[in-house]
C-alpha cells in the first residue's frame, strides 16, 4: 500500500520549518492564487479564503493527496497589513502599529478527497512603544521584509512586543499545528503513524 502523500501548497521557509515539527514526510508546492483583497473583505475573511484556495489549488493538480494550506493577514483596527516588502514600507508599518494592538488572522485548510475545511487562530499582539531609533536598527538586523506586520516573533522581532495572547503558538509564525494536527486528524490522514 502506497503512502499517503501530504503536501504543503505554501513557498514559505516559516510554514515549512513549522510543518516539518510533525515529522512526518511532505512535499511543497507553491499555489497559484490571486492574493488580491476583495472590496471590503475583512483581514479574517481574507485569510480563510486565501487558506483554502491555496489548498484546493494544489488539491486540484494533485488528487488523492492531502493538501495543507495557509494565509496570514495583519489586522490593524479592520484594515489589513501585508508582507512590506521592503525597508520604506516596513518602517511606516512599525510606527503605525507601534504602541497598539494587532491581530494576526492565521489561517489553515486542509484539502483531501471529499474534504475541504479551514480554521482561523486570530493572535493578539501587543506592540510597544518604539523609537524611530529601534525601529531603524531591528530592520537592519533582521530585515524582516517577508513577514506580514514587518516583526520576526521567533526572533529579534520579539523585543518589540509587549504581550502575545493565542490558544496556538505558533500562529502568529504562520502555521497553526494545533489545528493542522486537528484538520489532518479529521480528514483521515495517518498523522501520528506516519511520524518518525
Excluded at 38 to 45: D, I, N, R, V
Excluded at 162 to 183: K, N, Y
Aim: net charge negative; glycine share 6%.
Amino acid at each position: 500500500m502506497n503512502e499517503p502523500r501530504l503536501i504543503l501548497g505554501s513557498t514559505s521557509r516559516y510554514r515549512r520549518e513549522l510543518l516539518e515539527r510533525l515529522r512526518v514526510p511532505f512535499e511543497v508546492v507553491s499555489p497559484l492564487v490571486d492574493e488580491t483583497p476583495l472590496p471590503s473583505e475583512t483581514p479574517a475573511s481574507l485569510a480563510e479564503r486565501l487558506a483554502l484556495a491555496k489548498a484546493l489549488a494544489v488539491a486540484a493538480l494533485h488528487p488523492g493527496a492531502w493538501v495543507i494550506g495557509s494565509d496570514q493577514v495583519a489586522d490593524l483596527d479592520g484594515l489589513p497589513i501585508g508582507k512590506p516588502g521592503q525597508h520604506d514600507a516596513a518602517v511606516a508599518q512599525l510606527r503605525a502599529m507601534q504602541g497598539r494592538t494587532v491581530i494576526f488572522q492565521t489561517a489553515v485548510a486542509v484539502a483531501a478527497a471529499g474534504f475541504a475545511q479551514v480554521r482561523r487562530v486570530p493572535v493578539s499582539v501587543r506592540f510597544r512603544r518604539l523609537s524611530d531609533t529601534e525601529i531603524e536598527r531591528y530592520l537592519r538586523l533582521e530585515e524582516p521584509y517577508d513577514c506580514a506586520g514587518s516583526a520576526k516573533s521567533e526572533g529579534l522581532g520579539i523585543t518589540l512586543l509587549e504581550a502575545i495572547d493565542s490558544s496556538d503558538p505558533t500562529a502568529l509564525v504562520g502555521l497553526p499545528l494545533i489545528q493542522t494536527a486537528e484538520l489532518l486528524r479529521t480528514s483521515g490522514f495517518p498523522l501520528m503513524e506516519l511520524a518518525r
